[in-house]
């Protein structure tokens, strides 16, 4: 791996991870499409820590909703009663809505590593991300904050989720449009997507640097990391940013778009191809 492929491949994850159009898939599709050929050795280390790079953004941003969440729920755990604050309950909520991914990450983890390999199938995920996105802007009346936001409904967000284990399908996009179907704000939907991506980043990536602990990290593989690393850390905040200012004022419709094109060129592409993925 050079180092213009590690910053290209960690700005490619920065930037999607948290836009609404599949971080997972754009990962797979850009080397394809690139026909780059990456070691699997150094592959593997790079996705699994500059997956993390895409944490420092989060914690840069919301670090006022983070800060609430901790005073408040340690607050309340030392009553006995974390969820009567604000910040008790939007935490406990964040909490309850990263269980389905949870539980069904593992189980799932060979057959979903497979879909990894299979560009075809990933890029006719993205019509389904495409789909939520404009079921979930076309539902709800969508101006709930989450202070009303209930148990049943991070568990419905978080159901959506888990549906982001498939390369494809984007996290932000089918928890941002679940949110929207159950009538939150586009920018409360948001944010309570961001939120959710903590626990479920650092649940895939504490997996994940499992088996790299087993597979052992080849000492090529720290230059690419370092840049893809920054590059993800620094795109990623500029998408947090760009989307929070965007939510505002526009529907994701766009981004709909943006999903289905993607996946209909990158299908194109493998018939010109003859098939060869």
Request: aromatic share 10%.
């Given at each position: 791996?050079?180092?213009?492929?590690?910053?290209?491949?960690?700005?490619?994850?920065?930037?999607?991870?948290?836009?609404?159009?599949?971080?997972?898939?754009?990962?797979?599709?850009?080397?394809?499409?690139?026909?780059?050929?990456?070691?699997?050795?150094?592959?593997?280390?790079?996705?699994?820590?500059?997956?993390?790079?895409?944490?420092?953004?989060?914690?840069?941003?919301?670090?006022?909703?983070?800060?609430?969440?901790?005073?408040?729920?340690?607050?309340?755990?030392?009553?006995?009663?974390?969820?009567?604050?604000?910040?008790?309950?939007?935490?406990?909520?964040?909490?309850?809505?990263?269980?389905?991914?949870?539980?069904?990450?593992?189980?799932?983890?060979?057959?979903?590593?497979?879909?990894?390999?299979?560009?075809?199938?990933?890029?006719?995920?993205?019509?389904?991300?495409?789909?939520?996105?404009?079921?979930?802007?076309?539902?709800?009346?969508?101006?709930?904050?989450?202070?009303?936001?209930?148990?049943?409904?991070?568990?419905?967000?978080?159901?959506?989720?888990?549906?982001?284990?498939?390369?494809?399908?984007?996290?932000?996009?089918?928890?941002?449009?679940?949110g929207l179907a159950l009538g939150l704000a586009r920018?409360?939907?948001?944010?309570?997507?961001?939120?959710?991506?903590?626990?479920?980043?650092?649940?895939?990536?504490?997996?994940?640097?499992?088996?790299?602990?087993?597979?052992?990290?080849?000492?090529?593989?720290?230059?690419?990391?370092?840049?893809?690393?920054?590059?993800?850390?620094?795109?990623?905040?500029?998408?947090?940013?760009?989307?929070?200012?965007?939510?505002?004022?526009?529907?994701?419709?766009?981004?709909?778009?943006?999903?289905?094109?993607?996946?209909?060129?990158?299908?194109?592409?493998?018939?010109?191809?003859?098939?060869?993925?």
């Amino acid at each position: 791996m050079t180092w213009f492929q590690a910053l290209v491949l960690g700005v490619v994850q920065g930037l999607t991870e948290y836009l609404p159009v599949s971080s997972s898939a754009h990962l797979v599709l850009v080397p394809w499409w690139l026909g780059w050929r990456i070691d699997d050795r150094l592959a593997f280390p790079f996705d699994v820590l500059v997956h993390w790079g895409t944490l420092v953004p989060v914690l840069i941003y919301f670090r006022g909703d983070l800060w609430e969440i901790l005073r408040d729920g340690w607050a309340g755990l030392r009553r006995g009663s974390p969820l009567t604050t604000s910040g008790g309950r939007l935490g406990g909520w964040v909490l309850l809505a990263t269980l389905p991914a949870a539980v069904l990450g593992l189980p799932l983890k060979h057959w979903v590593e497979a879909v990894f390999l299979q560009p075809p199938t990933v890029a006719a995920l993205l019509f389904g991300t495409a789909a939520l996105l404009w079921a979930g802007e076309g539902m709800g009346r969508q101006e709930r904050g989450l202070d009303r936001l209930t148990a049943r409904d991070a568990l419905t967000i978080g159901l959506a989720q888990a549906l982001s284990l498939l390369p494809g399908i984007s996290r932000s996009g089918a928890t941002i449009a679940a949110g929207l179907a159950l009538g939150l704000a586009r920018p409360e939907a948001a944010r309570f997507s961001f939120l959710m991506s903590l626990p479920a980043l650092l649940g895939a990536g504490g997996v994940a640097l499992r088996d790299l602990g087993v597979a052992g990290f080849p000492p090529e593989a720290l230059e690419p990391v370092l840049i893809g690393f920054a590059a993800a850390a620094l795109s990623g905040y500029l998408a947090i940013w760009s989307l929070m200012r965007l939510v505002r004022r526009r529907s994701l419709r766009p981004f709909a778009l943006y999903c289905g094109l993607l996946g209909a060129l990158s299908l194109t592409l493998f018939l010109l191809r003859g098939g060869q993925g």
